[in-house]
Nanobody
Framework: QVQLVESGGGLVQAGGSLRLSCAVSGRTFSSYVMGWFRQAPGKEREFVGA????????YYADSVKGRSTISRDNAKNTVYLQMNSLKPEDTAVYYC?????????????????WGQGTQVTVSS
């Protein structure tokens, strides 16, 4: 059974930075496509970014492009989301997700394993 545990969320002032981590159990982590999503109160869950199994390909939502970087360390079974120049509108619960079939997607329904989420709050 694949388990995902996010960490690194917190309260930060606008303009600040945070790095979220997602530790993944599973012997075939290196074959998973990993995604990050977020959900603000009263809003639908939205795609933030994704990274291919090798880490060689990344894709970002327009809302975070240029301010965020996704990376992964397959030796540590961990994926990261570095967020810079944070804005109050980035406030949300951030989730990491795994597509264990290795399919690259921006759609939440394509991801079959999810973490519990970590809260990011950006104050103005």
């Amino acid at each position: 059974q694949v388990q995902l545990v996010e960490s690194g969320g917190g309260l930060v002032q606008a303009g600040g930075s945070l790095r979220l981590s997602c530790a993944v159990s599973g012997r075939t982590f290196s074959s998973y496509v990993m995604g990050w999503f977020r959900q603000a109160p009263g809003k639908e869950r939205e795609f933030v970014g994704a990274i291919s199994w090798s880490g060689g390909r990344t894709y970002y939502a327009d809302s975070v492009k240029g301010r965020s970087t996704i990376s992964r360390d397959n030796a540590k079974n961990t994926v990261y989301l570095q967020m810079n120049s944070l804005k109050p509108e980035d406030t949300a619960v951030y989730y990491c997700a795994a597509n264990t079939l290795g399919a690259y997607s921006t759609y939440a329904v394509s991801y079959d394993c999810w973490g519990q989420g970590t809260q990011v709050t950006v104050s103005s």
